[in-house]
């Protein structure tokens, strides 16, 4: 039995009807590499059955404490039925692309059922239409709550449900026994929520005393004016409440084409060619809905902050910071190098503040308050009211340079997806797998009806760069003597004229 973090709590209080917290991804599989050429779906339960039994986030279950006084446990339950967590659905003919992100949408859209352990696999077949894979493929839809895992512990447990090679007939392991905890009894849970509040008070002294000289530095470097903080965000469509619908597309590019735009610049990282890459396609895409904003739009960027002692848990070890986009700027080049700089200013500021130090005060949230706070705001829509912190998520979660094999099928793709809640509708997560790079967003679909046209302003968007930063890259060469790249020109407005509100300008 163990007792969750104040963070990984924070995922159950946050979540409401129209936002459910779980995170997952669906990957395509090709089952000609598997012994015989075929997997079936028996097979596949077996597998994620034998192999689920080694993680302990998929055999344990939600126990709440009486009247939410303190933060609930998991609690070992033993084995699990498989065949309630792991089902079987087929795409109608044809079996498209587009069919099969309605299908992920509106699974993605319904809550887990908090009296199992918090975890369903979806095996989805008929995906001979789908255009770029052979025929014959399946996929699997995984999906966890938050609370359980983030984004690079999901990377971890993956790693147990697959295989390096595709010979897993000495490779699968049985469990014997599976121990379950003997679930705790309710006074036995309100005496330990007493004596975690008397301790309350000492432990909040002894982060506060441990945090104060960074803090103070922060507050110095804000005044000072050496350390910035985004403000100034505007409200955008993304917004406001959202429904309890969703859709999820995404696109799959060479990590070929990220590492030449990086490597054209100077001190530019992959994350910054990411996040410039959105930046485009929502300045693209709320052109062509005439919405864009004078003032740039902010993402909030998940930071990993799992130290060597947590690898292979379970859990969220995850800090955040909040980077400018540079939707106000049109010319490619100009906006990497703007949002590059927007980087380095929000991982001074994370560092002087600490990355682990806000994380630590969540470990005072009253769980009460913040469940009742969640529900409230939702009920009287104060996301359509507030100023937003920030536009968007995007966080970058890579994955492994090798191949993988499940049951036997190598892995051929994989598309992460994450949940989307009042005042954030958009959630956009950039993944590496072998040699591809995959953009993959969720949303509200009141706010992204058309998400077949956010995916090719994704394209145009990373188009655009590519071709910019090939020019850069023979401006360097052609140089005797490379020099650094200009800064980018400060931009006093980002007025937009008639002849900027088309798609074909946006792209530009």
């Known amino acids: 039995m163990k007792q969750l973090t104040g963070l990984d709590a924070s995922f159950l209080y946050l979540e409401t009807a129209n936002s459910p917290m779980h995170i997952g991804s669906f990957n395509i599989y090709d089952p000609s590499t598997a012994p015989g050429g075929k997997v079936r779906f028996k097979q596949i339960v077996e597998h994620i059955h034998q192999r689920a039994r080694r993680v302990p986030a998929m055999t344990s279950r939600l126990m709440t404490v009486p009247f939410s006084l303190d933060h609930p446990y998991w609690v070992a339950d033993g084995d699990f039925d498989p065949e309630f967590h792991v089902r079987h659905i087929a795409l109608p003919k ?4 587009r069919q099969l992100c309605i299908l992920i949408s509106r699974i993605h859209a319904r809550p887990l059922d908090r009296n199992r352990p918090l975890w369903e696999a979806y095996v989805i077949e008929g995906l001979d239409d789908v255009e770029g894979f052979p025929k014959g493929c399946f996929a699997l839809f995984t999906k966890m709550h938050h609370a359980a895992i983030d984004g690079a512990s999901g990377v971890e447990i993956n790693s147990v449900l697959h295989d390096l090679s595709p010979d897993v007939a000495t490779k699968i392991d049985t469990i014997n026994n599976l121990s379950a905890d003997q679930p705790p009894k309710k006074r036995e849970m309100l005496w330990q929520a007493q004596k975690n509040t008397l301790k309350l008070p000492f432990r909040f002294i002894g982060i506060t005393k441990d945090a104060t000289p960074s803090l103070y530095q922060a507050v110095k470097g804000l005044l000072t004016g050496k350390l910035k903080r985004v403000g100034n965000i505007p409200r955008t469509r993304f917004n406001r409440n959202v429904s309890p619908h969703r859709v999820v597309d995404a696109i799959r590019v060479s990590f070929e084409d990220i590492r030449e735009i990086k490597n054209a610049y100077e001190s530019v990282t992959v994350n910054d060619v990411a996040l410039t ?24 960027a998940p930071i990993n902050i799992r130290t060597a002692d947590k ?34 200013s929000a991982k001074e500021l994370t560092n002087a503040i600490g990355a682990k130090t806000m994380t630590d005060y969540l470990q005072f949230t009253p769980s009460t308050l913040t469940a009742a706070a969640a529900r409230l705001s939702s009920s009287l829509s104060l996301a359509n009211r507030v100023s937003p912190f920030y536009n968007c998520v995007v966080t970058n979660v890579p994955g492994p340079r090798i191949p993988l094999y499940f049951t036997g099928a190598k892995m051929l793709v994989s598309f992460p997806t994450g949940p989307v809640l009042d005042s954030v509708g958009l959630f956009q997560a950039i993944s590496t797998y072998c040699d591809e790079f995959t953009i993959t967003f969720s949303a509200c679909r009141e706010m992204l009806p058309d998400p077949e046209l956010y995916a090719q302003c994704l394209r145009d968007s990373l188009a655009a760069l590519l071709a910019a930063s090939k020019q850069q890259a023979q401006q360097r060469a052609a140089s005797p003597t490379p020099s650094k790249p200009k800064a980018p020109r400060k931009v006093k407005s980002a007025t937009v004229n008639a002849t900027d509100r088309t798609p074909e300008n946006a792209k530009q």
Do not use: C, F, H
């Not at 044809?94 to 692309?97: K, L, R, T």
């Not at 890459?277 to 909030?300: C, D, H, K, W």
């Open 94 to 97: 044809p079996g498209d692309w």
């Open 277 to 300: 890459i959105v930046g485009g396609a929502l300045r693209q895409y709320l052109l062509a809905n005439n919405e864009l904003p004078e003032v740039t739009l902010a993402a909030l």
């Open 311 to 344: 690898q292979g848990k379970a859990g969220n070890e995850v800090s955040q910071m909040t980077v400018q986009l540079r939707t106000d700027i049109a010319d490619p080049r100009e906006r990497l190098l703007a949002v590059n700089e927007s980087t380095r």
